[in-house]
C-alpha cells in the first residue's frame, strides 16, 4: 500500500512506494530530481542513472508537469528536504500522462488562475489556505460541540428575507417565487427554544451587487443561537469560539501560515478580553485626527510603492528588449511584469480611493451605517478583535432587541477582526417582545404572513435570547492574511464570476 508522504520520516531505510503527482523536475544529465505531491506534502524523488532505472531513466527525465506517478525507492534522511526526507527511486509507473500543465512554476495573473481555478489549488499556496479552511471549519464544530450546542440544519429555500431585500436571490419553485437562505437565523430562532442552546452552519446565499475583496454571493457561515441570553453573553460566546479558532490554527499549521507568509505573532497576541466600543465611539474615532494621520502616512507609503513597482516594470521592459536575454529569462520577465500590473493597478485603486475613505471618516454622521473602508480604519487602529456594539436601531435588520436605556439603538454587535480585515462576526440580541417586534417590521414593510411561524416564539413562552453570524471565507483570510477572500474558497462565487 501507497505511504502518505507526510509519513515518510517513519519509513527511514526502508522500502516504500507513493502515489501522487508531478509538481517539478529538473535534472542533470546523470540524475533526475523529480518533486512529488500527495496532497499531504512534497517530497523530492531522485532518479540516478544505473542498470536498475534504465528502462524508466530516460522517461522520468521528460515527464509533465502534473504527471501522476507511482513511484517506489528507498526513503533517505535529508535535513535540507522538504520532509526532511528523499526517496531514491527504484521503480517509476506512470498513471496519467500530462502534457502542457496550464499552470507552470511562473506567475500568470488572478484572472488566468481563477479561470484554471480546477487545477490552481493544486499549487501549494492554494492547497495552503484550504487545509486551513478545513481545520477552521472542523474547530467552529467542536467548539459548539464541545459546548453544549446541538447542530440544527436549517433550510436553503427561504420563504422570507432573513436579511435586507436587496441581496435576495430568487428561485422559481414549482412557479411560485422563493429565495435562497440569507441566513439561517430566524429557524435557529425557532429551535433554541426547544434545545436551548443551538447552531447552523451552511452555505448562505446574497445577491452583493458589490465588487469587493470581502464580498461573495455564496459563502459559508456557522450561526450559534442561545435561549436565556443577553447581549454580553453572545458577546463572550463569540470571543471564546475565536480563541479556539485562532489557537488550533497557530497548533495545527504553523507550516502553512509560513508558507503563506503570514505574520504569526499577530495571531499569537489574540486573547481575551477584546476590545469593545459603541457604535457611537466608533463614530467619534472615524472623525479623529488619528485616522487623518493614519491614511495620510497610507497614501505616502502606497505612493513610494507605485514609484517603486513603476521603476520595476520599466526595467523588466528593457531587460526583455535586450538582445542576448534568453528565452527563459525572458518569458519569466514578462510573467513578473503581468504581476507586477497588477499590483500597480490596485495601488492606483486605492490610492484613488483614500481621499474617498477620508472624507467619508472626516464627514460620518450620527445614524449612518459604518462602511467598508470605515470598518478597515477601526479595525487597523486594534491589535485584537473589537466588538462595536450599539448601533442605530434604524439601519439594522429588524429583529434586533431595542435597548432598554435608549430606545435609538439596539443590542447588537459587529466584531472587527485586527489589521484592518474589519467585519467577520455580526450578531445581536434578538427582539422577544412582540410589539416592538410588529413595530420595526411595519417600518420595513415585511409581509407578516410569510412570518407568522417567526413571530410565534413570541407568543409562546417568549424569553430573552441572541446569537451571532460568523462568516467562513472573510475569518479564513484574516488567519491566513490574505487581501482577498476569492482564495478561502474551492470554487468563489462573485458577482459576474461562475466558473469553473
Ligand atoms: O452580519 P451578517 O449579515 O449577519 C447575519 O446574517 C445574521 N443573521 C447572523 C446572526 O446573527 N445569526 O453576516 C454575518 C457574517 C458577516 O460578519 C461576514 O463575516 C459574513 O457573514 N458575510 C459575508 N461573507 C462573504 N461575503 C458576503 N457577501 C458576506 N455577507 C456577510
Ligand atoms: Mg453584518
Same mark, same amino acid.
Request: aromatic share 8%; net charge positive.
Given at each position: 500500500m501507497a505511504v502518505d508522504i507526510k509519513r515518510l520520516a517513519e519509513h527511514i531505510g526502508h522500502q516504500v512506494t507513493i502515489e501522487g503527482w508531478l509538481y517539478n523536475r529538473r535534472d542533470s544529465g546523470k540524475i533526475a530530481f523529480l518533486v512529488v505531491r500527495d496532497g499531504t506534502g512534497l517530497c523530492q524523488c531522485v532518479v540516478t542513472s544505473s542498470p536498475q532505472t534504465e528502462a524508466f531513466f530516460d522517461h522520468a527525465r521528460r515527464l509533465g508537469q502534473e504527471t501522476s506517478l507511482r513511484v517506489t525507492g528507498t526513503v533517505r534522511a535529508d535535513a535540507k528536504q522538504v520532509g526532511g526526507v528523499e526517496l531514491d527511486v527504484t521503480g517509476l509507473e506512470v498513471v496519467g500522462e500530462s502534457r502542457d500543465y496550464p499552470i507552470t512554476p =511562473?506567475?500568470? !495573473?488572478?484572472?488566468?488562475? *481563477?479561470?484554471?481555478?480546477?487545477?490552481?489549488f493544486r499549487s501549494r499556496r492554494q492547497w495552503a489556505i484550504l487545509r486551513v479552511r478545513a481545520t477552521l471549519v472542523d474547530e467552529i464544530r467542536q467548539f459548539f460541540n464541545r459546548n453544549g450546542f446541538t447542530l440544527i440544519d436549517t433550510p436553503i429555500f427561504a420563504p422570507a428575507a432573513g436579511e435586507g431585500s436587496q441581496t435576495l436571490f430568487t428561485v422559481d419553485y414549482f412557479g411560485e417565487p422563493v429565495y435562497l437562505a440569507q441566513t439561517g437565523q430566524l429557524y435557529v430562532e425557532t429551535a433554541c427554544m426547544a434545545f436551548g442552546k443551538v447552531y447552523c452552519f451552511g452555505p448562505t446565499f446574497r445577491a452583493e451587487k458589490s465588487k469587493t475583496r470581502r464580498h461573495l454571493t455564496e459563502f459559508w457561515m456557522v450561526e450559534p443561537e442561545i435561549a436565556f441570553a443577553d447581549l454580553d453573553a453572545v458577546i463572550a460566546v463569540a470571543e471564546d469560539m475565536t480563541c479556539s479558532i485562532v489557537g488550533r490554527v497557530l497548533r495545527d499549521h504553523r507550516p502553512e501560515l509560513e508558507l503563506l507568509g503570514r505574520d504569526v505573532s499577530a495571531l499569537e497576541q489574540i486573547r481575551k478580553p477584546f476590545y469593545r466600543i459603541t457604535y457611537t465611539e466608533a463614530a467619534d474615532i472615524l472623525r479623529s485626527d488619528r485616522v487623518r494621520n493614519l491614511l495620510?502616512?497610507? +497614501?505616502?507609503? =502606497?505612493?513610494a510603492r507605485v514609484a517603486e513597482v513603476r521603476k520595476l516594470i520599466t526595467d523588466h521592459e528593457a531587460e526583455v528588449a535586450a538582445t542576448g536575454t534568453k528565452q527563459w529569462k525572458k518569458d519569466k520577465l514578462a510573467a513578473e511584469i503581468i504581476e507586477l500590473r497588477e499590483e500597480l493597478d490596485e495601488l492606483e485603486t486605492e490610492i484613488r480611493n483614500i481621499p474617498h475613505h477620508m472624507e467619508l471618516a472626516a464627514n460620518f454622521e450620527w445614524g449612518k451605517d459604518l462602511g467598508g473602508s470605515d470598518e478597515t480604519i477601526i479595525s487597523r487602529l486594534h491589535d485584537r478583535p473589537v466588538f462595536v456594539t450599539?448601533?442605530?436601531?434604524?439601519? =439594522?435588520?429588524?429583529? *434586533?432587541? =431595542?435597548n432598554a436605556a435608549d430606545g435609538r439603538l439596539v443590542n447588537n454587535f459587529d466584531m472587527l477582526a485586527p489589521q484592518g480585515y474589519g467585519e467577520i462576526? !455580526? !450578531?445581536?440580541?434578538?427582539?422577544?417582545? +412582540?410589539?416592538d417586534l410588529l413595530e420595526r417590521m411595519a417600518e420595513e414593510k415585511l409581509n407578516l404572513k410569510d412570518y407568522e411561524w417567526y413571530l410565534d416564539l413570541r407568543r409562546y413562552g417568549t424569553v430573552p435570547h441572541g446569537g451571532f453570524g460568523l462568516g467562513v471565507e472573510r475569518t479564513l483570510a484574516w488567519l491566513c492574511g490574505l487581501k482577498h477572500i476569492r482564495e478561502t474558497i474551492p470554487f468563489p462565487r462573485m458577482m459576474g464570476k461562475f466558473y469553473p
Open positions: =511562473k506567475p500568470h !495573473g488572478i484572472e488566468f488562475l *481563477m479561470k484554471h481555478r480546477h487545477l490552481h495620510d502616512s497610507d +497614501l505616502a507609503a =502606497k505612493q450599539h448601533y442605530p436601531r434604524a439601519i =439594522k435588520a429588524f429583529y *434586533m432587541k =431595542k462576526i !455580526g !450578531g445581536s440580541q434578538r427582539e422577544e417582545v +412582540l410589539e
